[in-house]
């Protein structure tokens, strides 16, 4: 597989950059496409596509990723002697022109070949998912590279918590990417058909829809379809499900404070268990309310939810 340019990023205001991309799936969409992103739905990304819905501002993390990324770049030549070029230009693959890849660098590396190069900062928070692998949707990105490119792996460096400085090497995994194009082809399809795919049980589709439709109308009703029958008998058996293992969970845990005791810390093999006193300073609204109502009025905060619930019908 190979790439060509599609256009020059070099100075390219990031508004246009934006709109470049909604002519196929970058590498930061992988994830979403596959169904593992913890911020995006499929559906969500499938509106962004077809205009549907607007793009969003960079956040603070993605400003200093961007702002960082010649410091790693930096840093991982100085550590491995691996000289780093970068790549201003969207990359297109020629087999798959839904498929498209802005890569932060390339380098050539004596009897490896032609590798890509990804920069990536973290918050110390996440610094166990960099432990002994990288995280899934970084994975999936660099792979989406690869099949775009052609290369035959990725370096990939990441600078967490602002002081401590990793790499790692990814090899091309023909499998995952073959796995990839499947994928991104039946999502390219929704895109083009402009028919939204199947929203799926991540908490991004859960939040995807609580935006969505926000406000219900009041005393509004409809006849569900007969496919909402199965999707009851599938509610029903999962709430069974969660209603027993809760219990073994609750019941593990009541067990392992009896052993506990009064004790703070408890191991066995390599497991640790904690069971610590914590104290908590929370603000008696009720009491507030009562005797400084205009207070409460005054800081109170109103927000508003649609509860979902289940229930026969009388």
């Not at 002519?23 to 169904?35: E, F, L, P, T, W």
């Not at 058996?237 to 009541?254: F, G, M, P, Y």
């Amino acid at each position: 597989m190979s790439a060509k340019i599609l256009v020059s990023t070099e100075n390219m205001p990031y508004a246009d950059w934006l709109e470049y991309r909604k002519q196929g799936i970058g590498g930061s969409d992988a994830s979403v496409v596959c169904g593992i992103s913890r911020y995006k739905s499929p559906v969500e990304l499938w509106m962004n596509k077809t205009g549907q819905l607007p793009d969003q501002e960079a956040g603070e993390a993605a400003y200093w990723g961007t702002q960082l990324e010649p410091f790693v770049r930096a840093e991982f030549t100085k550590r491995t002697g691996i000289e780093v070029r970068t790549v201003n230009q969207l990359l297109q693959s020629e087999e798959y022109p839904f498929m498209l890849a802005n890569l932060d660098g390339i380098c050539e590396v004596p009897d490896v070949g032609t590798c890509i190069f990804e920069a990536k900062t973290a918050s110390a928070y996440k610094a166990g998912e960099w432990e002994d692998t990288i995280p899934d949707e970084y994975m999936l990105q660099v792979q989406h590279y690869m099949a775009v490119t052609g290369y035959v792996g990725t370096y990939i460096a990441v600078l967490i918590g602002g002081n401590s400085f990793k790499w790692k090497f990814v090899e091309r995994d023909e499998e995952l990417i073959s796995m990839l194009i499947e994928l991104e082809s039946a999502f390219w399809n929704h895109v083009q058909d402009c028919t939204p795919p199947p929203l799926d049980g991540s908490n991004a589709s859960a939040k995807f829809l609580a935006e969505r439709f926000h406000d219900s109308k009041p005393k509004s009703q409809i006849t569900l379809p007969d496919t909402a029958v199965t999707l009851l008998a599938q509610y029903d058996e999962a709430c069974e499900q969660l209603e027993i293992v809760t219990e073994q969970k609750q019941r593990a845990e009541n067990l392992l404070k009896e052993m506990m005791g009064e004790n703070e810390v408890g191991t066995v093999g390599d497991r640790i268990v904690t069971w610590k006193s914590v104290s908590q300073e929370r603000l008696d609204s009720k009491t507030l309310k009562v005797e400084h109502p205009a207070l409460y009025k005054k800081y109170a905060n109103k927000s508003s939810y649609r509860r979902f619930a289940i229930k026969a019908a009388s």
